[in-house]
T-cell receptor, first 109, second 114 residues
Framework: QQQVKQSPQSLIVQKGGISIINCAYE??????FPWYQQFPGKGPALLIA?????SEKKEGRFTISFNKSAKQFSLHIMDSQPGDSATYFC????????FGTGTSLTVIP | NAGVTQTPKFQVLKTGQSMTLQCAQD?????MYWYRQDPGMGLRLIYY???????DKGEVPNGYNVSRLNKREFSLRLESAAPSQTSVYFC?????????????FGSGTQLSVL
């Protein structure tokens, strides 16, 4: 059973647009929610993370929105660039990590 | 600074063959992990080691064994490979960076079992 559900599976966005990826979880014991970015042929790398005591965290063009009551969190990429084209994984930790199924983002010029 | 190094990068096995995937990290991390990545399944934890001398099962340990040889090295062994073990395998190590645990991944091993 998938502990963390991620959508959409793939996403195509125009350059300059906003990319939004959503994740949901059931286990309220999760206390750390990172997002990882993976380029083809590489391992995933930490992009941004949030803890459930805040509703939003922003780092540059990347923002996590967190809704504790709904048990949902999302990644927003503002002003999306072709260099953002990658696969994005959400995860939840308690402390073992459980990853979502991934979203393949393509940003077209 | 190499980070997490995995070998080999590619491997083709026949059903029933055995092999060991090697992993080493040079960041002095205590915790190390083996994940497998499959299309539509994300990353799933096979085994992890919280410190030298300890190993624990993750979500999908069946068909695998691990050895934490020392603080730097964590190997994954397939004793009798099966087609269901065709996957991309990632080794990782981690450190607490003040906010949470940060995973550092190797570049992966693409394994095909025929």
């Amino acid at each position: 059973q998938q502990q963390v559900k991620q959508s959409p599976q793939s996403l195509i966005v125009q350059k300059g647009g906003i990319s939004i990826i959503n994740c949901a979880y059931e286990n309220t014991a999760f206390d750390y929610f990172p997002w990882y970015q993976q380029f083809p042929g590489k391992g995933p790398a930490l992009l941004i993370a949030i803890r459930p005591d805040v509703s939003e965290k922003k780092e540059g063009r990347f923002t996590i929105s967190f809704n504790k009551s709904a048990k949902q969190f999302s990644l927003h990429i503002m002003d999306s660039q072709p260099g953002d084209s990658a696969t994005y994984f959400c995860a939840a930790s308690n402390p073992q990590f459980y990853f979502g199924t991934g979203t393949s983002l393509t940003v077209i010029p | 600074n190499a980070g997490v190094t995995q070998t080999p990068k590619f491997q083709v096995l026949k059903t029933g063959q055995s092999m060991t995937l090697q992993c080493a990290q040079d960041m002095n991390h205590n915790s190390m992990y083996w994940y497998r990545q499959d299309p539509g399944m994300g990353l799933r934890l096979i085994y992890y080691s919280a410190s030298e001398g300890t190993t624990d099962k993750g979500e999908v340990p069946n068909g695998y064994n691990v050895s934490r040889l020392n603080k730097r090295e964590f190997s994954l062994r397939l004793e009798s490979a099966a087609p269901s073990q065709t996957s991309v395998y990632f080794c990782a190590s981690s450190e607490f960076y003040g906010f949470g645990e940060k995973l550092f991944f190797g570049s992966g091993t693409q394994l095909s079992v025929l």
